[in-house]
């Protein structure tokens, strides 16, 4: 996962090309918890992360955020009691980007460093 992680995002346009079949095959082998699923007519991609009570889940949700903010490129969070589903995919060109794996990537080293739902 490092390699995703350390990368740097680009900035998008609407005219920024969707990933490949064969480069998100490529980038998920490094974020394999990771699902790729369509919602309203776009692929994302998908994770629901484990906590022991809902001020983890809620600590994880703001470490997320500030990711995001970061980056000026925000997922889908949905925070529950335990529970925390993060959706990432670039608006902008209404699919997958390589900005999608590298933010799913530092989401899953935001996990680890929690040490949450082991």
């Not at 998008?12 to 480069?23: G, L, M």
Request: aromatic share 10%.
């Amino acid at each position: 996962m490092a390699a995703l992680a350390q990368a740097t995002c680009e900035a998008c346009s609407p005219n920024s090309p969707r990933v490949t079949e064969d480069e998100a095959a490529e980038y998920q082998r490094e974020i394999p918890e990771w699902e790729i699923v369509e919602r309203e007519g776009e692929r994302r991609l998908e994770r629901s992360f484990t906590f022991p009570d809902f001020a983890s889940a809620l600590a994880f949700t703001n470490a997320v955020g500030a990711l995001a903010e970061a980056e000026n490129h925000h997922p889908s969070l949905l925070t529950q009691w335990g529970k925390v589903t993060v959706e990432w995919w670039t608006h902008t060109i209404g699919g997958l980007h390589k900005n999608d794996f590298i933010m799913a990537a530092r989401t899953d080293d935001a996990y680890a460093k929690a040490g949450a739902g082991r």
